[in-house]
């Protein structure tokens, strides 16, 4: 089977592209060449790889019959972010593809009501991102169910690997506080300290991809969660990564208009849109239809995030 991978060179593209050629696929890349993956792998020499701009081509119409003209058995869509993305390609894709996966998030979901979220709890998303993201999904629904649009919709959570920053245990991007941990230096969180992060290995996602693709026939029509087993709490994730450099980790609390302000306003602003969604989902249906089993907890895909910039000296413990 031909697959086309829509944004492949990202996190997540990393992983999948080496496993769909693997696993036999016929894989056509397509990017804007910007950067290459993550990782080395012999088998993107096997892989076909075509640059396109897709936000040029949309503008045009184009962007959608380059890829009907590819002859895919398979899209996956890494990067689509608004419903007009999204609609542009299915209308050029309709009948002539046999399954359509597309990269959604668990913020769909917005405030947690109870937990774990499952995935037929309603969707009340805040923020642009997360607000697209639902539309899309309800858009790729209603085409499957209701039109026979071959679609399915994986929700990954806080996507971690190496290669990038992780989100910290502060809820936002510095890697300094990964430092501050190692090296027994008191760290600041808002509140209490037990708002939620979700993680999940970029190759967790691969994963899930893949086996959507393998259990076809139950993954039309639905949308996944695709996550790590459990969630953390930002005072347990601080805890465990002073253990991992053997240290009791040194927290203070304080309230949030107090804690924001010791932080950058770029900070304060990530740090706000995790808290206020702190996710917790369930990934049940996701291993009940599609066989999913996440190889890492959250902690293990942080672990060897970590790892990784300490080697490639990005991070001074």
Known sequence: MRVVVIGGTGHVGTYL???LVEGGYE?????RAKRQPYRP???WSKVRRLCLDRAADEA???????IRDLKPDVVIDMISFTLD???HLVEALRGEIQHFLSCGTIWVHGHSVEVPTVESQPRRPFG???IQKAAIEEYLLDQSRRHGFPATIIHPGHIVGPGWVPLNPAGHFNSQVFATLARGGELALPNLGLETVHHVHADDVAQCFVNAMTCRSTALGESFHCVSSAALTLRGYAEAVSSWFG???RLRFLPWETWRTTVTEEEAEATWDHIAHSPNCSTEKARR???YEPRYTSLEAVYESVQWLIEKQQLVV
């Open 17 to 19: 592209v080496p496993r």
């Open 247 to 249: 240290r009791a980790a």
């Open 27 to 31: 894989v056509i890349l397509v990017s």
């Open 128 to 130: 642009q991102y997360g």
């Open 85 to 87: 993305s999204t609609h």
């Open 60 to 66: 045009t119409g184009a962007f959608g019959p380059k």
């Open 41 to 43: 792998h012999a088998v």
């Open 289 to 291: 239809l599609l066989h």
